[in-house]
């Protein structure tokens, strides 16, 4: 009798693993396609200031939209993640230094990463949060590109991205921001220019920046990944809502609430809202405020 419920068992057991093997192939394999897939999209150009003003402001850009929290302080490019679950996620180096962007990376190509979300050859960037930089003004995104172009150069050659099973399970069902190029409306034209006046409409264009994490709606959700805390509400439904302004630009300049809880920049990168200037966190306020 024992002897037939263990063999059973054990059959049991059997089918399950290969069910499970099975299923992770398929997903697998279905995202190495999608991964691989090879995208055209019709040449844009936009014309790029060299003006010091414009290059200052694709500096700002760059602080305040986390580049450099991916890509490295200068841009040099960075191994972001590297362990078994996850894999390897690696921000390439903007520069062009050795193995940085090759010297015939043209504004076409930064438009591509940029809007687009892919590389020089078509091929999907991986985490790369371009439905998110789509979404900057022409102003804006002809001062950033203004900037990165001209950054010095860096030698720094990376290893390739590797996705670990978690990445690849969470990337299949959606968890996980992987392929941002099938997020992207690409029709979408440029905005030519933001609304640059404080108030509630400069807070909305800079949200964007924020509703990665705390969502398109900003009431927050799951943590990210498995290890990572919760995401807050950060509408007027949640702390914020009890908070004054200077309390919330308190909290986002010095990464601490005003009930006292410290934020980690691993988990909220309080470092990079404290590079905004105090006018884009009263309008990030009034905006988030206005969201009951
Ligand atoms: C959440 C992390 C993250 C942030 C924030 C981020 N990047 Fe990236 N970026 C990546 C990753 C990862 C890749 C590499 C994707 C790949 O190789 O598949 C990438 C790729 C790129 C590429 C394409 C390079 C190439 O080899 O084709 C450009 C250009 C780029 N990023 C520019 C920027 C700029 C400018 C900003 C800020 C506005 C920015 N990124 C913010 C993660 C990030
Ligand atoms: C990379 C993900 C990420 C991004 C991007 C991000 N946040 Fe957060 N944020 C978090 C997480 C996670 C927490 C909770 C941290 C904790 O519990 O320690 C948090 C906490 C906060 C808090 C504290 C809320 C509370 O109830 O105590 C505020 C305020 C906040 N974020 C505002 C912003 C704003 C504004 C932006 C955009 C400019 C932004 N965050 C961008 C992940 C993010």
């Known amino acids: 009798m024992i002897r037939k419920i263990l063999k059973w068992t054990g059959i049991l057991l059997a089918g399950l693993v ?10 697998s394999v279905s995202m190495k396609s999608r991964m691989n897939k090879a995208y055209a999209f019709e040449k844009e150009i936009i014309e790029i200031p060299t003006d010091s003003a414009a290059v200052a402001r694709g500096k700002h850009l760059v602080a305040i939209k986390g580049c450099q929290d991916c890509h490295g302080n200068k841009l040099e490019g960075k191994v972001m993640n590297d362990d078994g679950a996850i894999g390897r996620l690696v921000a390439g180096n903007l520069t062009k230094g050795k193995g940085g962007l090759p010297g015939n990376y043209d504004v076409s190509d930064w438009l591509n990463a940029l809007r687009h979300g892919v590389h020089q050859d078509g091929k999907p960037l991986l985490f790369m949060p371009s439905h998110e930089t789509t979404l900057l003004s022409r102003q804006d995104m002809s001062a ?15 290893p390739a991205n590797d996705l670990g099973p978690v990445a ?3 990337s299949y069902l959606g968890k996980m921001p992987l392929l941002s190029v099938e997020k992207i409306d ?3 034209p440029m905005v030519a220019r933001a609304d640059s006046a404080e108030g509630a409409a400069q807070g909305k264009y800079l949200a964007v920046s924020c509703s ?16 990572f805390p ?27 609430t005003p009930e006292g809880h410290v934020l980690k920049n691993e988990d909220m990168p309080w470092k990079m809202t404290a590079q905004y200037t105090r006018g884009e966190l009263s309008s990030l306020y009034d905006f988030l405020h206005s969201i009951q």
Not at 19 to 27: D, L, V
Not at 152 to 157: A, G, Q, R
Not at 212 to 218: A, L, P
Not at 232 to 238: E, F, K, L, Q
């Open 212 to 227: 990665g994490c705390h969502r398109e709606n900003f009431k927050g959700g799951e943590p990210l990944a498995p290890g």
């Open 186 to 188: 690409h029709n979408k």
């Open 18 to 27: 290969l069910a499970a093997i099975s299923t992770y192939t398929y997903m």
């Open 144 to 158: 950033l590109i203004a900037y990165c172009s001209q950054i010095p150069k860096v030698d720094n050659t990376l």
């Open 230 to 256: 919760p995401v807050p509400d950060i509408t007027r439904a949640g702390h914020v809502g009890k908070w004054t302004k200077a309390q919330f630009i308190a909290t986002l300049t010095s990464g601490k």
């Open 168 to 170: 690849v399970v969470m």
